[in-house]
């Protein structure tokens, strides 16, 4: 195979939506994966925690459902009965990421690993043939990050990719990073009946997001039963006494220093403390493409690398690791290396998810991101969901809705913590990326009673508390006056 279009290096989510859009504009690509395709997403990712985390909340529900006026339920767990509904999930979406739809497309697909042997000249090592091709794609993705402490390794660590081969539930389970993939997964084994320990070495969870955002999760997670210890890093695993039970089920003693030391037993240790780019063993100097010290590979808002007809999307770009960015780099790239497009990736319209309960959901800037760029000028209003009628019904009412405007109440970003936040967020996000005003999201009616009401009345407290003052009363009173004496003539 020699002349292609594109070549396309993975089979995740970047990978699919170049090949599915080359193949679909007419050209001759080449997607070559060498595992499954679906990537991390479908497999290991986004489908599965969100099935898992969809029946963690049904456990809880049950749990608490006398807040609701009915009689709880203690639920009867099986682990092995919750994988078997999130595979389900898996096979249910799977058509749609199947070498099939790529083919259907126009594409074709090559069951492989490569490595490059110069610019834009790949090998494919179990073919042992060589692939040119006018522009190549890198979206080969990304894999856990395992520290290095001392004895975690014989305690068979578990990662965001291997956790889903657990059939029987860990009594006991420490989750090393208080990220988003970490609070994800301690809530949900925690509500399945895990005793959990979230120990995170920054000074609080979700460490990207408004500090209230973190101090919320951590004082749910705690509520519900977690030990979350903040400050505080693992020192060392060691083999606890065991009663019978063989390698990796526990117990293993974890040593803990900073600022809540201590030694804590588990039965199983989840490793949820970020991802690396997967860009070793690709030959990439070879053909001229510079990396970072983390191994991500460096690109500029086209797409480009440092080689010149090669592009790179997806989590490998070590930019904001969610599928719908991969998505969005994939379809950027592949239109300018086809056609020489100058398109450009905007990343502070893209929207984000963290999928705990409630949801933490954020597009563009923070408060004080903004008051950094504008100082006074900046713009920022915030609604508690107490003040949410549909929070209130539904009897959720931690969290908020923020949103940030610039000097011109052109919305730059919200957060928004709630149930359903990530259903909320995408319309915050389209006004982000249209640049429009605060006052264009108070004039669009929206459906009561609904969560996204949040937003617009945080808009209206806003135009409350700057237009509805003394000062506009001093104006609006003579007015109605004249026009009230008018009327009695």
Known sequence: MTDLDLLVLGGGTAGLVAAVIAGGLGAEVTLVERDRTGGDCLWTGCVPSKALIESAGLAHGMRHADRLGLPPVEPDVDLAAVMEHVRAAQRAIEPHDAPERVRAAGAQVVADSAEFVGPRRVRLRAAGTEVSARAVLVAVGSEPILPPVPGLAQAAPLTSDTVWDLTV????????????????????????????????????????????????????????????????????????????????????????????????????ILVAGGRRPRSSGLGLARAGVAVTDTGAIRVDARMRTSARGVYAAGDVTGILPFTHVAAAQAGTATLNALFGLPRRVRYLPMPYVVFTDPEVARVGLRADQARARWGRRAVSTRLDLRDVDRAVAAGRTDGWVSLVADPGWRLVGATVVAPAAGEVIGELAAMVARRARLTDLYATVHPYPTYSLGAVDAVGELLQERLLTPSTRRLTRPVLAALRAAART
């Open 169 to 268: 539930l860990p009594p006991r389970l420490l989750v090393l990073g208080g990220g988003p993939i970490g609070c994800e997964l301690s809530q949900a084994f925690g509500r399945l009946g895990s005793q959990v320990t979230v120990v995170e070495q920054g000074p609080r969870l979700l460490p990207r997001e408004d500090p209230d955002v973190g101090d919320l999760i951590a004082g749910r997670l705690t509520g519900e039963g977690a030990d979350v210890r903040t400050g505080t890093t693992v020192a060392d695993v060691r083999a606890g006494v065991r009663a019978g039970g063989a390698e990796p089920d526990g117990p293993w003693r974890v040593r803990l220093t900073g600022a809540r030391p201590g030694e804590v037993t588990v039965d199983r």
